[in-house]
């Protein structure tokens, strides 16, 4: 019995207690709709309805770097890689890459949340990049401070890539926006399922005797 209500608190402690990292994670998916322009210029190849994902992280107490710009925030990221049809890329990674998130609040038009990453830095005359954004109406955001991604209802959705050789050279791909979903962070969840898989294992010796 003292086992057994060991692990049921090991359990309850994971599931309440809070997570140390900051760092957040998302996701995402859906499936490639265009292909637009010098298509050969796009880091990844891809086809209309090849699965897309691009995943992305971030530590939620990061600074915006405009702070005095008001209603209009950027900040960093740690990591943006992308998936077509299971072929990835990392675009922003610890030492490589650039890329941020767009906020945009109250009076500017649009109002914005946004991410972007860039495999090497964003404002070059030739770049690769990847970007999820939400543009909404004036006053739907109404405040640039850090936040996880909206809710897309009522915004117009922009995911995809994008590449420049040069201001007439371009290439774009567009896809279709399925769903945005947080990633679970790696170690809390196995302690959750090592803590469920001993609970589990109490559960078949307690049976055994």
Do not use: K
């Not at 859906?30 to 971030?58: E, H, K, M």
């Not at 939620?60 to 209009?72: C, H, L, R």
């Amino acid at each position: 019995m003292s086992l057994r209500w060991a692990l049921l608190s090991l359990v309850g402690l994971t599931l309440s207690a809070p997570a140390d990292a900051t760092t957040v994670t998302w996701r995402a998916s859906g499936t490639v709709d265009s292909l637009i322009g010098t298509t050969a210029l796009l880091p990844l190849p891809a086809s209309v309805g090849d699965i897309f994902d691009l995943q992305f992280s971030y530590d939620d107490a990061t600074s915006d770097v405009i702070p005095a710009n008001p209603n209009q925030a950027s900040y960093p990221i740690l990591s943006l890689t992308v998936t077509i049809a299971g072929t990835a890329l990392q675009f922003v990674g610890p030492g490589s890459g650039e890329g941020h998130i767009g906020i945009q609040a109250n009076s500017i038009n649009p109002n914005l949340w946004g991410v972007n990453g860039c495999i090497g830095a964003c404002d070059l005359a030739n770049y690769d990049s990847a970007r999820l954004n939400f543009f909404f109406p004036v006053d739907t955001i109404t405040s640039d401070v850090l936040t996880n991604p909206p809710d897309p209802t009522g915004a117009t959705v922009q995911l995809g890539l994008f590449s420049r050789e040069s201001a007439t050279v371009e290439a774009f791909l567009v896809a279709n926006l399925e769903s945005v979903t947080q990633v679970p962070e790696p170690a809390a969840a196995w302690s959750m399922m090592t803590a469920i898989a001993a609970f589990a294992g109490c559960r078949r010796f307690a049976r055994a005797r």
